[in-house]
């Protein structure tokens, strides 16, 4: 049996329970998971500022689940708060889903979009792309006007812009793939993917299945180098 964490690196619980749900479909039988947010910490991540906020507890709640015995941590946030420095702390597979869905990509077209939230999205995942050395790989990178918390409050005005912005990518930019840029989009790619006609990855979701099937196989970073503790 494989036990997972799935961290909302918020301090609100508004997205535990429609990530639960899109987690209990895909889940294998023989996997644990709970969904769980921070108890302080900023109520959205909008920023570095707030990504900054943010990792001192996504910290903690990482090393509590290596003590509790879970087997792998999902931080869920395409900014990956806390990511390196959790790997330095703990000893358990840890995965943030900007990563991780960004590096699944590469396995399924030749070129790449991030489509996200806000303004700052182009920038800011043109340099995550570009740290993870893929950047010649990324076609398209933006956000829709709208912040993170506003995504589930008109679900039709959301879906129509998430669309347009897809459809720009891949028509305009010659997309292979769409990555979602946010775990607040959760549940929408296979419908997104029906619309475009390419592969769509939902970051969530997806990192949730790679961190089952890593830690079936006892799978975790190394500790060799980067992340050694002396």
């Given at each position: 049996m494989v036990k997972i964490l799935v961290l909302n690196p918020v301090s609100m619980d508004v997205w535990n329970q429609i990530t639960r749900d899109a987690l209990k479909r895909v889940a294998c039988n023989d996997t644990e998971f709970i969904v769980v947010n921070l108890e302080s910490g900023p109520k959205s991540i909008e920023s570095y500022s707030d990504v900054v906020s943010a990792s001192p507890y996504v910290l903690e709640k990482v090393v509590e689940a290596e003590k509790k015995g879970f087997d792998a941590v999902v931080i869920n946030c395409f900014d990956d708060p806390g990511l390196e420095a959790s790997r330095e702390r703990a000893s358990i597979l840890i995965l943030g889903i900007g990563e991780t869905s960004i590096i699944s990509a590469l396995h399924l077209g030749h070129k790449f979009a991030i489509i996200s939230t806000g303004e700052k999205s182009k920038a800011s995942y043109d340099l995550k792309?570009?740290?993870?050395?893929?950047?010649?790989?990324?076609?398209?990178?933006?956000?829709?006007?709208?912040?993170?918390?506003?995504?589930?409050?008109?679900?039709?005005?959301?879906?129509?812009?998430?669309?347009?912005?897809?459809?720009?990518?891949?028509?305009?930019?010659?997309?292979?793939?769409?990555?979602?840029?946010?775990?607040?989009?959760?549940?929408?790619?296979?419908?997104?993917?029906?619309?475009?006609?390419?592969?769509?990855?939902?970051?969530?979701?997806?990192?949730?299945?790679?961190?089952?099937?890593?830690?079936?196989?006892?799978?975790?970073?190394?500790?060799?180098?980067?992340?050694?503790?002396?």
């Open positions: 792309a570009q740290k993870l050395s893929v950047r010649d790989r990324l076609a398209y990178a933006s956000g829709i006007p709208l912040r993170v918390l506003e995504l589930r409050l008109d679900e039709s005005r959301f879906r129509r812009m998430l669309l347009e912005e897809a459809r720009r990518a891949v028509e305009g930019f010659h997309a292979e793939v769409i990555v979602l840029g946010c775990g607040g989009m959760i549940g929408i790619a296979e419908w997104l993917s029906e619309e475009l006609g390419v592969p769509v990855i939902d970051p969530t979701i997806t990192t949730f299945k790679i961190a089952e099937a890593y830690a079936s196989i006892n799978l975790k970073h190394s500790r060799k180098y980067l992340y050694k503790v002396d």
